[in-house]
């Protein structure tokens, strides 16, 4: 935990305390969403228009909230989401692998991470290798292959990306890599964030931009660039290609990016072990609902033959009671924890972490459930026309 001059008592102020220590860009990159950001702010509002009834004299509890999720054993029904290219600390995906770890919950590593999976897991044995459909099979399966001599216990397979760069806001300026040039473009905006630059020049150098989980077997790491390159100029993969993967790897595969209920019912067809409802933070196709409104949508459609868990807006334990009610088993959080991460490395992200496990325990003693496994939407105050669900169905 942070020290009391650090701590932070809501996710909030995390966010405050990150712009506030982040350069512009940084702190732009993750916050930002695709288009007008329809989708980036009902991923938000939607937890607001959900209540609940609480109860009271119903005696103290300490409420049971550990799951299980692909198979790993968690003290409470939070993942870490992956994100790429985290140049909000030097630490990096260490620094979260360690709090996750410490925690005992789940880390979920992007192959476009900055840290090598080596290195991250050895922080934290419960790590997801996430990976996009990139490049031949050949490579895919090098790509597995490093995955499971590194020791990770499940495959997160995004899926849900459409490639929209245009934001009404502008896109956070990136360069392929930090050379003279481009710290020299960058240097105003750095200088008056001294503690970040403070970290980074006592790290070593500021952040390369490379990704070296996506290194070849004979050669160094590629930048972020070349390999988004790569990933941009494979086309996109079918439902035997997901079907394809889960029998090369051949333990947990959870799909990402499930918005529709034909999609889940595909990958279950396809062998996966769980599904993500998510939109990407908001940064895929604008206009998509809230990851919450679709939910129900998706829990429905597959019932207990798949994990279904979910991803975007989580900022409150509350949040992810509202979640586990409508049938997700966990959730995945991102910009939280790297809020966390920017405010004060390890112990921001282990202080997110805790704000989330106290959130959850309080909401459940307020509505007098004794165990997550408990919940259901009658816990709720569901507005009539919450839920979102497509009219028709390609099946």
């Not at 935990?1 to 009391?4: D, F, L, R, V, Y």
């Not at 050669?219 to 660039?225: M, T, Y």
């Not at 390999?227 to 993969?237: D, L, R, V």
């Not at 991102?334 to 992200?349: D, H, K, Q, T």
């Given at each position: 935990?942070?020290?009391?001059s650090?701590?932070?008592?809501?996710?909030?102020?995390?966010?405050?305390?990150?712009?506030?220590?982040?350069?512009?860009?940084?702190?732009?990159?993750?916050?930002?969403g695709?288009?007008?950001?329809?989708?980036?702010?009902?991923?938000?509002?939607?937890?607001?228009?959900?209540?609940?009834?609480?109860?009271?004299?119903?005696?103290?509890?300490?409420?049971?909230?550990?799951?299980?999720?692909?198979?790993?054993?968690?003290?409470?029904?939070?993942?870490?989401?992956?994100?790429?290219?985290?140049?909000?600390?030097?630490?990096?995906?260490?620094?979260?692998?360690?709090?996750?770890?410490?925690?005992?919950?789940?880390?979920?590593?992007?192959?476009?991470?900055?840290?090598?999976?080596?290195?991250?897991?050895?922080?934290?044995?419960?790590?997801?290798?996430?990976?996009?459909?990139?490049?031949?099979?050949?490579?895919?399966?090098?790509l597995?292959?490093r995955?499971?001599?590194?020791?990770a216990k499940?495959?997160?397979?995004?899926?849900?990306?459409?490639?929209?760069?245009?934001?009404?806001?502008?896109?956070?300026?990136?360069?392929?890599?930090?050379?003279?040039?481009?710290?020299?473009?960058?240097?105003?905006?750095?200088?008056?964030?001294?503690?970040?630059?403070?970290?980074?020049?006592?790290?070593?150098?500021?952040?390369?931009?490379?990704?070296?989980?996506?290194?070849?077997?004979t050669?160094?790491?590629?930048?972020?660039?070349e390999?988004?390159?790569?990933?941009?100029?494979?086309?996109?993969?079918t439902?035997?290609?997901?079907?394809?993967?889960?029998?090369?790897?051949?333990?947990?595969?959870?799909?990402?990016?499930?918005?529709?209920?034909?999609?889940?019912?595909?990958?279950?067809?396809?062998?996966?072990?769980?599904?993500?409802?998510?939109?990407?933070?908001?940064?895929?196709?604008?206009?998509?609902?809230?990851?919450?409104?679709?939910?129900?949508?998706?829990?429905?459609?597959?019932?207990?033959?798949?994990?279904?868990?979910?991803?975007?807006?989580?900022?409150?334990?509350?949040?992810?009671?509202?979640?586990?009610?409508?049938?997700?088993?966990?959730?995945?959080?991102?910009?939280?924890?790297?809020?966390?991460?920017?405010?004060?490395?390890?112990?921001?992200?282990?202080?997110?972490?805790?704000?989330?496990?106290?959130?959850?325990?309080?909401?459940?003693n307020?509505?007098?459930?004794?165990?997550?496994?408990?919940?259901?939407?009658?816990?709720?105050?569901?507005?009539?026309?919450?839920?979102?669900?497509?009219?028709?169905?390609?099946?």
């Open positions: 935990m942070a020290s009391s650090q701590w932070f008592e809501t996710i909030a102020e995390a966010q405050r305390r990150a712009k506030r220590r982040l350069p512009r860009s940084v702190y732009s990159a993750l916050t930002a695709a288009e007008s950001g329809v989708t980036l702010e009902d991923n938000l509002t939607a937890y607001r228009e959900l209540g609940f009834f609480p109860r009271i004299a119903a005696g103290a509890n300490t409420p049971e909230i550990g799951c299980q999720v692909l198979g790993q054993a968690m003290t409470m029904p939070v993942l870490i989401s992956p994100t790429g290219v985290q140049a909000v600390h030097p630490d990096g995906e260490v620094a979260v692998a360690r709090a996750a770890a410490s925690a005992g919950i789940a880390m979920g590593l992007s192959s476009f991470a900055s840290k090598p999976i080596e290195e991250v897991i050895a922080a934290n044995e419960k790590l997801f290798f996430q990976m996009y459909w990139l490049g031949s099979r050949e490579r895919i399966e090098q597995l292959d995955a499971r001599s590194a020791g499940a495959i997160i397979l995004t899926l849900d990306w459409s490639f929209a760069h245009r934001r009404d806001w502008g896109s956070p300026a990136i360069p392929e890599t930090l050379d003279l040039r481009a710290m020299l473009k960058l240097a105003p905006e750095v200088l008056v964030r001294p503690r970040w630059l403070r970290d980074y020049a006592r790290a070593g150098g500021p952040p390369d931009l490379g990704v070296p989980n996506m290194s070849r077997p050669g160094s790491a590629p930048s972020f660039f390999a988004y390159g790569e990933w941009m100029s494979t086309p996109a993969p439902w035997s290609d997901v079907e394809w993967l889960c029998a090369q790897w051949e333990g947990p595969v959870l799909v990402k990016g499930v918005s529709h209920p034909d999609d889940a019912r595909a990958a279950v067809q396809a062998g996966a072990a769980a599904v993500s409802v998510s939109n990407h933070g908001g940064n895929n196709l604008d206009g998509t609902p809230a990851a919450i409104r679709i939910l129900p949508g998706v829990v429905g459609a597959v019932g207990d033959d798949i994990e279904v868990l979910l991803d975007g807006g989580i900022r409150r334990g509350s949040d992810v009671v509202k979640a586990l009610a409508l049938g997700a088993r966990a959730v995945m959080i991102g910009r939280a924890y790297l809020w966390g991460l920017a405010a004060s490395g390890e112990a921001g992200v282990s202080n997110v972490v805790e704000i989330l496990r106290s959130g959850i325990i309080e909401t459940l307020a509505i007098d459930r004794v165990a997550i496994r408990d919940l259901c939407p009658d816990d709720l105050i569901i507005p009539s026309n919450f839920t979102r669900a497509p009219a028709t169905s390609r099946v």
